[in-house]
């Protein structure tokens, strides 16, 4: 699948920031996704049925990242 000439793509969800450089060479224009701040805390916190509500801001980040001219 393609995109239009004249179209941004944007790739969004928690995986899709671990390979920006590759995603970035075939024609993303931007990527959201996670940052994680303190992993174990975040894994307890889903371990006992937490979710975004409970680890945003304690345990994780969200990100934008954006693709700059070379």
């Not at 450089?21 to 937490?50: C, K, Q, W, Y």
């Amino acid at each position: 699948m393609s995109a239009r000439q004249d179209a941004t793509v944007i790739v969004v969800g928690s995986t899709a920031s671990m390979l920006p450089h590759a995603l970035f060479r075939r024609g993303v224009d931007a990527m959201g996704g996670i940052r994680l701040t303190d992993p174990d805390s975040l894994f307890n916190i889903l371990a006992e049925g937490g979710s975004g509500y409970h680890f945003f801001g304690k345990s994780a980040e969200k990100i934008l990242m954006v693709k700059t001219a070379t």
